[in-house]
């Protein structure tokens, strides 16, 4: 008997992950913890930090709201608890994505 031969999709070779799939969305870590291996001012994907604190990507995308940036105040696991200093504080930020940044660029325009 012969041996099988690779199919199509095995001869590949395995590409990054920013060719795999061009729709990644890349967020940079700009926190200052040094305990989760991550480096400050690189930029990781939603599995990429879940993992550090040990969450799922659709837990990490659920706190970081489309931010294009994570911070220490996303960063924690389930069961944890936040200071108590920490409760019920909510920071918003004027314009969180990009996409919020073009449409208030427009929406001042004179008409």
Not at 21 to 39: S, V
Not at 50 to 62: L, N, P
């Amino acid at each position: 008997m012969s041996k099988p031969t690779k199919r199509g999709f095995e001869r590949k070779a395995a590409k990054d992950a920013s060719e795999q799939h061009p729709g990644t969305a890349w967020i940079k870590w700009m926190g200052d913890r040094e305990d989760l291996g991550l480096e400050k001012g690189r930029e990781y994907t939603y599995k990429m930090l879940g993992a550090a604190v040990g969450i799922t990507a659709s837990t990490m995308r659920g706190r970081l709201k489309g931010s294009r940036e994570a911070l220490d105040s996303h960063m924690w696991a389930n069961g944890e608890r936040k200071p108590k200093e920490l409760w019920g504080v909510t920071t918003f930020e004027r314009c969180e994505s990009k996409v919020d940044k073009i449409s208030q660029k427009y929406l001042r325009m004179a008409l």
